[in-house]
């Protein structure tokens, strides 16, 4: 790279000494020829006194021709390396820089130009690429403690049964109940994590539904657990159609709803909202529940993120259902808000872009 830009540098030096060199001899060799018969040559122009002839002129111009090749060539040379300083340190580091040391940056620092511009915007690159593996080692850390706590409790629920000489019929059927309840926490967990995976992926396909549908559908299998709880479900469904992956849409949808229901008070009440304002079809939960910190907000929506456990010491879901509401959200170039209400609960908002009802 660098000799083929030192190459280009010298050939426009060298056609620059070419040019002036022309544009100097060529008057001189017209004003020598224009010369009348008969009277003397100028000093300029002859080998008299202390001029410089034409031929003297033209020679002296071949040899500063010759003497400017090795001269154009090295400061086209000095200044490709120059130029190209930057990118070998671009180069260099950008070589170096790995998923286990993303902690590096290029610093050009000055003077800004197009190279500097091109450093500044890797090192935004990296720290990106850095925050994302961080929170990928962090997601797979908690994954792997969220799934080793059911095998561990598994384990012990069977050595304990195993290792008891009197255990009975009744006692192992306990224990085999005990452990169904802990392998369909596991299955439940492993489904989230899918789902969670899939969201991230982004959208495979693109279909035309109403939100409303899609709520509705959603709320026949919540009802039952939600009068057992207490809860009053509140509807307020007007048509809201938009395009997107009905699986997805309709797992945000199941999340949003399980979310206000499972962390609800007694008698409490969850109510959805669907319609279409402007050129958005918009879908809001919200429920009633315990008083949340407005700072506590964003970190629900993160993996396994959780509010502080009861007084019984339980956690209630896995951790993940705001983050596939969030996961999903962002495959459908959606928006996301969320605010607690100053009597308790959230009130959560999606809005998605919307599809004209003829495309149904």
């Known amino acids: 790279?660098?000799?083929?830009?030192?190459?280009?540098?010298?050939?426009?030096?060298?056609?620059?000494?070419?040019f002036v060199l022309v544009l100097v001899d060529i008057p001189?060799?017209?004003?020598?020829?224009?010369k009348p018969k008969g009277r003397p040559?100028?000093?300029?122009?002859?080998?008299?006194?202390?001029?410089?002839?034409?031929?003297?002129?033209?020679?002296?111009?071949?040899?500063a021709l010759v003497v400017l090749v090795p001269v154009a060539l090295a400061l086209g040379?000095?200044?490709?390396?120059?130029?190209?300083?930057?990118?070998?340190?671009?180069?260099?580091?950008?070589?170096?820089?790995?998923?286990?040391?993303?902690?590096?940056?290029?610093?050009?620092?000055?003077?800004?130009?197009?190279?500097?511009e091109l450093g500044r915007t890797l090192d935004d690159l990296f720290a990106r690429l850095q925050a994302s593996f961080d929170a990928q080692r962090h997601f797979v850390a908690n994954a792997s403690h969220e799934l080793r706590t059911p095998l561990a409790g598994l384990r012990t629920l069977l050595e304990v049964a195993l290792a008891d000489p009197d255990a009975d019929a009744d006692t192992l059927r306990s224990v085999c109940q005990e452990a169904l309840a802990l392998s369909g926490h596991q299955e439940r967990l492993v489904s989230a994590l899918l789902v969670l995976a899939t969201s991230e992926r982004g959208i495979s396909r693109r279909v035309t539904l109403d939100l409303a549908?899609?709520?509705?559908?959603?709320?026949?299998?919540?009802?039952?657990r939600a009068a057992e709880k207490g809860i009053d479900l509140a509807e307020h469904?007007?048509?809201?159609?938009?395009?997107?992956?009905?699986?997805?849409?309709?797992?945000?949808?199941?999340?949003?709803?399980?979310?206000?229901?499972?962390?609800?008070?007694?008698?409490?009440?969850?109510e959805i909202t669907?319609?279409?304002?402007?050129?958005q079809a918009t879908l809001t939960v919200t429920n009633s529940g315990p008083v949340i910190p407005g700072n506590e907000i964003q970190r629900l929506f993160q993996p396994f993120q959780r509010l502080a456990p009861d007084r019984n010491g339980r956690r209630d879901g896995y951790g993940l259902g705001l983050a596939i509401v969030n996961a999903v959200t962002q495959a459908h170039h959606a928006t996301l808000t969320a605010g607690?209400?100053?009597?308790?609960?959230?009130?959560?908002?999606?809005?998605?872009?919307?599809?004209?009802?003829?495309?149904?």
Not at 99 to 104: F, I, M, S, V
Not at 344 to 360: E, K, Q
């Open 41 to 63: 040559s100028s000093p300029a122009i002859t080998g008299n006194g202390h001029g410089i002839s034409l031929p003297q002129l033209l020679t002296g111009s071949a040899v």
């Open 77 to 116: 040379w000095f200044v490709a390396g120059r130029f190209l300083h930057p990118l070998r340190a671009i180069t260099a580091t950008a070589g170096i820089i790995s998923a286990g040391d993303l902690h590096r940056r290029l610093d050009l620092g000055e003077p800004t130009d197009e190279l500097t």
């Open 213 to 224: 549908q899609a709520v509705e559908g959603v709320l026949a299998s919540r009802r039952d």
């Open 237 to 270: 469904l007007t048509p809201a159609v938009t395009a997107g992956d009905p699986r997805l849409i309709e797992s945000l949808i199941a999340n949003l709803i399980d979310n206000a229901i499972r962390h609800n008070r007694p008698d409490g009440l969850v």
């Open 28 to 34: 001189l060799a017209g004003v020598q020829s224009a």
């Open 340 to 360: 607690a209400r100053p009597e308790g609960g959230l009130s959560i908002t999606v809005r998605f872009a919307h599809a004209s009802p003829d495309l149904l």
């Open 1 to 18: 790279m660098q000799t083929r830009l030192a190459l280009a540098y010298a050939a426009g030096i060298y056609a620059a000494g070419v």
């Open 274 to 279: 669907t319609q279409t304002s402007g050129t």
